[in-house]
């Protein structure tokens, strides 16, 4: 049987799972083909963090498929239903130079497994604003360094400050060993470049509170002040139950608050808290 060289570029090694298959012709953990898929387009959007929107909004761009399966996941229908439209990386482009000067920046959502196709695509596209890769976190350093050739701002979340979480509601043996250090990797290759309180380069650390989980984000603030006390931080209030999770309620107003309080005690002043309200199925968009 001829052995097949992982490095090869139709064998995906994108993310940590490194399933090293052709995605060609098979599906990866991501539930994905290679092929470019957008599950939903939204023009002029609002709803990330202000650094990012700008005045005229993001052009955000929710790809399909997921490296993680998150039980909790507000898009689930996204990250392993199927929904969306294959793009070619000529129709990609396209999507790009037509759209980039209506809006201040071009979001990425869940785009890892996808990263060679958008190499091959921003080769060809005369950027004009930043391009936000807006990551689950579940990164190696290696392809941070790839994409980092197109990628001004790096958008990830940093969910768990341990690996057991991973395990347990993610489907990932490995989620925080891998996700600190492609944050440092991160970090190194984009020190931040702010313009009126715009972000022309740098990364946004996004943390979700969990029900029930208060040490958990106290851990990962604690994390966030040993390792990254200058970059901007996002602590999120908005979970919200999609019935497939034993996380099956909102947040307690005491567990953010507790959260909050720990986050001000670090001086972690730098960065965004959501409003406790924000945890309402309005804010996940309709696929």
């Known amino acids: 049987m001829q052995k097949k060289d992982v490095f090869d570029k139709k064998f995906c090694s994108a993310c940590p799972r490194k399933c090293h298959i052709d995605r060609t012709n098979f599906l990866g953990f991501c539930n994905e083909h290679s092929t470019l898929k957008i599950a939903k387009i939204i023009k002029n959007f609002q709803w990330e963090e202000p650094c990012i929107t700008g005045e005229k909004g993001a052009l955000a761009i929710f790809f399909s498929g997921c490296n993680l399966r998150c039980d909790y996941c507000q898009n689930y229908e996204i990250s392993r239903g199927g929904v969306g439209k294959e793009y070619s990386v000529e129709e990609f482009v ?16 869940t785009p890892t497994h996808f990263s060679d196709s958008l190499l091959s695509a921003f080769e060809k596209i005369n950027k004009k604003i930043p391009v936000v890769w807006n990551t689950n976190g579940y990164e190696t350093t290696e392809n941070i360094k790839r994409v980092s050739k197109f990628v001004d701002v790096f958008l990830t979340d940093f969910k768990y400050a341990n690996d057991n979480l991973g395990r347990e509601f993610s489907k990932c043996n490995d ?76 947040l307690k107003p005491i567990e953010y608050k507790a959260v909050i309080a720990h986050l001000e005690s670090l001086e972690l002043s730098n960065g965004y808290v959501q409003d406790f309200e924000s945890a309402s199925e309005k804010y996940v968009p309709d696929f």
């Open 175 to 250: 989620y925080f060993s891998q996700a600190l250090p492609a944050l440092k990797e991160m970090c190194k290759q984009k020190p931040d470049i702010m313009e009126n309180e715009f972000m022309k380069q740098g990364v946004v650390i996004r943390h979700l509170v969990l029900p029930g989980h208060v040490e958990n984000s106290i851990n990962v603030l604690n994390i966030i002040n040993d390792f990254f006390p200058t970059r901007k931080i996002s602590v999120m209030s908005q979970f919200t139950p999609n019935g497939k999770s034993k996380l099956d309620r909102k």
């Open 94 to 109: 396209k999507l790009i130079e037509e759209n980039q000067d209506s809006h201040s920046s071009i979001d990425l959502i």
